[in-house]
């Protein structure tokens, strides 16, 4: 029996497996025989259950053309709108309206972010909430209105 294969390849193999790679593909690549690549593969299934259905996983997110790491974010913002409780075709529907509206208004999506953020820094120097803007700048209108009064009343005092 030859000495243990090195952790480094055993990686590497499970990588290359893992992404949809084929034996034979993974085994040219690391420079070793395609037996010693079915052992490690089979060491792994018997350590990790469900290997054979994250490599189908893999293999099915390959033929795709789609990223790991673009799946990984997707499941991510897939909780969240769980975890809010918003379901993805609301926010399908939200986010094309916001292009619809950026697209007439000659704006990107992303300065209508900035808007976002801005208009919750205002609120936040308003010591309200979004929700409370709107009362706040009326609120601040009557007093205009009535500081207004209050100067006309006075240059008719003042006969002016």
Do not use: P
């Given at each position: 029996m030859g000495a243990p294969t090195p952790l480094?390849?055993?990686i590497a193999v499970l990588d290359g497996w893992l992404k949809g790679i084929s034996r034979k593909s993974i085994a040219e690549s690391n420079k070793i025989g395609e037996g010693t690549v079915s052992d490690i593969i089979q060491k792994a299934r018997n350590e990790?259950?469900?290997?054979?259905l994250l490599r189908a996983l893999a293999v099915t997110l390959r033929k795709n053309s789609i990223d790991v790491n673009e799946f990984a974010s997707t499941?991510?913002?897939k909780k969240v709108l769980d975890r809010?409780?918003?379901p993805e075709e609301k926010l399908e529907k939200l986010l094309e309206?916001?292009?619809v509206?950026?697209?007439?208004g000659g704006y990107t999506e992303k300065d209508f972010v900035s808007k976002i953020d801005e208009v919750f820094d205002i609120?936040?120097?308003?010591n309200t909430s979004m929700w409370g803007i709107q009362s706040q700048l009326n609120q601040k209108r009557m007093e205009i209105e009535e500081l207004d009064k209050k100067i006309a009343d006075?240059?008719?005092?003042?006969?002016m």
């Open positions: 480094s390849i055993k990790v259950q469900d290997i054979d499941i991510r913002l809010i409780g918003l309206e916001i292009n509206h950026c697209f007439r609120a936040a120097e308003l006075k240059k008719k005092t003042l006969g």
